[in-house]
T-cell receptor
Framework: GDSVTQMEGPVTLSEEAFLTINCTYTATGYPSLFWYVQYPGEGLQLLLKATKADDKGSNKGFEATYRKETTSFHLEKGSVQVSDSAVYFCARTSGSEKLVFGKGTKLTVNP | SQTIHQWPATLVQPVGSPLSLECTVEGTSNPNLYWYRQAAGRGLQLLFYSVGIGQISSEVPQNLSASRPQDRQFILSSKKLLLSDSGFYLC?????????????FGNGTRLTVT
C-alpha cells in the first residue's frame, strides 16, 4: 500500500546549521506530497507541498523538491533557528481523500 | 475563514469507561473529516474519515467508532476504553473533490487511559 518513510530522529542541531530531513514515498499513482510541522502540544500545520514531479514547495525558509526518479521529498533549510524546534511529518496523498504520514522526525535546535 | 475546534484538550479516563471526543468545523460546507491518532513512536495513524453526513470509513479495526451527525461535526466514541487507547487524537478537515487538498488540523486531545 501507499506509505512514507522518513529518517528517524531525533535530530539535534545548533542554530544556523543546515537541515536535511529525508523522506521517501512509495511510487504508486501520482501523489501530492506534503510536509507538516507540529509544535509542542499542538496539532499539525501545513508547512509546504508539491503536487507534481520537479515542483519545489517552499515556506519560512524551508524547501522540498518532488523527485520522481528517486521517489523522494527531502526537507531542507539553510539556517535553522531555535523556533524551528518541532516534529516534522512527511505525507503523501492516497486516493482522493486520504493522506498517509511518515512517523515524524523530532528536531531540536540549540542556541 | 475556516476554523476547526476540538475538545476537550486533555482527558484522563479509567479503563472500561466510555469516550466521546467532538470536533466541529466552521466556515466551510461538506468538508472531508478525519480522525487520526498519534501514539509515541508510531507517527500518525488514520482511524476514520468521512466524506458526508452518515458516511464513515474505518481504517483500523478497534474498539473505537466515529459518527457524523451533522455536516460539520465529527465525533469519536468508545463504549469501553482500553489502556492502549491512550494517545493524542487529532481531528482534521479538507476540501472535498480536490486531489491535492491539504488537511487542516485541530489542536488535538491528549487522552490518558488509567
Amino acid at each position: 500500500g501507499d506509505s512514507v518513510t522518513q529518517m528517524e530522529g531525533p535530530v539535534t542541531l545548533s542554530e544556523e546549521a543546515f537541515l536535511t530531513i529525508n523522506c521517501t514515498y512509495t511510487a504508486t499513482g501520482y501523489p501530492s506530497l506534503f510536509w507538516y510541522v507540529q509544535y509542542p502540544g499542538e496539532g499539525l500545520q501545513l508547512l509546504l507541498k508539491a503536487t507534481k514531479a520537479d515542483d519545489k514547495g517552499s515556506n519560512k525558509g524551508f524547501e522540498a523538491t518532488y523527485r520522481k526518479e528517486t521517489t523522494s521529498f527531502h526537507l531542507e533549510k539553510g539556517s535553522v533557528q531555535v523556533s524551528d524546534s518541532a516534529v516534522y511529518f512527511c505525507a503523501r496523498t492516497s486516493g482522493s481523500e486520504k493522506l498517509v504520514f511518515g512517523k515524524g522526525t523530532k528536531l531540536t535546535v540549540n542556541p | 475563514s475556516q476554523t476547526i475546534h476540538q475538545w476537550p484538550a486533555t482527558l484522563v479516563q479509567p479503563v472500561g469507561s466510555p469516550l466521546s471526543l467532538e470536533c466541529t468545523v466552521e466556515g466551510t460546507s461538506n468538508p472531508n473529516l478525519y480522525w487520526y491518532r498519534q501514539a509515541a513512536g508510531r507517527g500518525l495513524q488514520l482511524l476514520f474519515y468521512s466524506v458526508g453526513i452518515g458516511q464513515i470509513s474505518s481504517e483500523v479495526p478497534q474498539n473505537l467508532s466515529a459518527s457524523r451527525p451533522q455536516d460539520r461535526q465529527f465525533i469519536l466514541s468508545s463504549k469501553k476504553l482500553l489502556l492502549s487507547d491512550s494517545g493524542f487524537y487529532l481531528c482534521a478537515w479538507s476540501v472535498p473533490g480536490i486531489n491535492n487538498s491539504p488537511l487542516h488540523f485541530g489542536n488535538g486531545t491528549r487522552l490518558t487511559v488509567t
